[in-house]
Nanobody, 124 residues
Framework: QVQLVESGGGLVQAGDSLRLSCAAS????????MGWFRQAPGKEREFVAG????????DYADSVKGRFTISRDIPKNTVYLQMNSLKPEDTAVYYC?????????????????WGQGTQVTVSS
């Protein structure tokens, strides 16, 4: 059974940094793209960042470009999201997700596996 477990969320002040981790278990994902999404109260789930199966290709939402960095440790089946210069508008539940295909997609429906989410709250 596939499980994705996120960690690293918390309450921080504007300008601070957080590093989210997502560890996958149940199978290996060496040929799969991985991504991070977020959902704020009353809003739809939105794409934040994605990384290809090899780690060589990444994509970001315009709102986080230059502040967030996605990376992966393939042998550890783990994906990370380094978040710097956090803003109050980054407050949301952050979810990691894995596709069954090798390259990033921006739509949530393209991802087959999801974590339970981790709360990130940024105070002003």
């Amino acid at each position: 059974q596939v499980q994705l477990v996120e960690s690293g969320g918390g309450l921080v002040q504007a300008g601070d940094s957080l590093r989210l981790s997502c560890a996958a278990s149940g199978r290996t994902f060496t040929s799969n793209a991985m991504g991070w999404f977020r959902q704020a109260p009353g809003k739809e789930r939105e794409f934040v960042a994605g990384i290809s199966w090899s780690g060589l290709s990444t994509d970001y939402a315009d709102s986080v470009k230059g502040r967030f960095t996605i990376s992966r440790d393939i042998p550890k089946n783990t994906v990370y999201l380094q978040m710097n210069s956090l803003k109050p508008e980054d407050t949301a539940v952050y979810y990691c997700a894995i596709k069954e295909r090798p390259y990033v997609a921006f739509g949530a429906s393209s991802y087959a596996y999801w974590g339970q989410g981790t709360q990130v709250t940024v105070s002003s």
